[in-house]
């Protein structure tokens, strides 16, 4: 089971996540239990956005830390306005 917290204001929001991850079939006893997993990314150093995940742990067969790096490097100091425009611009692949 996963735990995301996400706490916010009118001036900002502070995320939160677990980092633990069960990987296999549950009810034949075949769990494997992993306590380093990544839930959280940010987009990058410079900009406040960050991802949170859970569930499977990766978006159209690829790790989700695999294309939020590569969403991230695509970014190059860019900056959108609304903050949708992150989303979309991760959805899409490409920059507008």
Known sequence: MTCEV???NKCGMALAADSVV????GDCGRKKIYYTAE???SLSPDLPV???TYGPAAITGAPWETAV???AQKL???RFDPLVEYARDLA???NP
Do not use: Q
Not at 22 to 25: E, S
């Open 69 to 71: 790096k590569v969403c």
């Open 39 to 41: 839930k959280l990314f």
């Open 22 to 25: 069960a990987v296999g079939d």
């Open 76 to 78: 190059w100091g860019l």
């Open 6 to 8: 996400a706490v916010m």
């Open 50 to 52: 960050a991802i949170m």
């Open 92 to 94: 899409n692949g490409s």
